[in-house]
Nanobody, 123 residues
Framework: QVQLVESGGGLVQTGGSLRLSCAAS????????MGWYRQAPGKQRELVAM???????DYADSVRGRFTISRDNAKKTVYLQMNSLKPEDTADYYC?????????????????WGQGTLVTVSS
């Protein structure tokens, strides 16, 4: 079974910084992509940032230039450095991974989600 464990959320003032971490574990053969999504109260979940094994990165326009995604392949971990935080960044942040993992006696492509970590930015 594949799991994603997030850490690093919390309360920060406007203009402050936080760093989120997400570690993958389980019967993983390879990780194709890892990234972060967020969901604010009453809103749909949206992509924040994503990185692929080939080094491609994608950011939401609202965070580009303020957030940086990075990845440690050996540790199967992805990070999200969030700087210049704004109240509108307040949300539950979810780690996501697209992996090849061993499940039900074969290797399968799986979409995996973490449990979420809350980021609150006070004004």
């Amino acid at each position: 079974q594949v799991q994603l464990v997030e850490s690093g959320g919390g309360l920060v003032q406007t203009g402050g910084s936080l760093r989120l971490s997400c570690a993958a574990s389980g019967s993983i053969a390879s990780i194709n992509a890892m990234g972060w999504y967020r969901q604010a109260p009453g809103k749909q979940r949206e992509l924040v940032a994503m990185t692929t094994t080939r080094g491609n990165e994608d950011y939401a326009d609202s965070v580009r230039g303020r957030f940086t995604i990075s990845r440690d392949n050996a540790k199967k971990t992805v990070y999200l450095q969030m700087n210049s935080l704004k109240p509108e960044d307040t949300a539950d942040y979810y780690c996501h991974a697209n992996v090849i993992a061993y499940r039900y006696a074969t290797y399968r492509n799986l979409e995996v989600w973490g449990q979420g970590t809350l980021v609150t930015v006070s004004s």
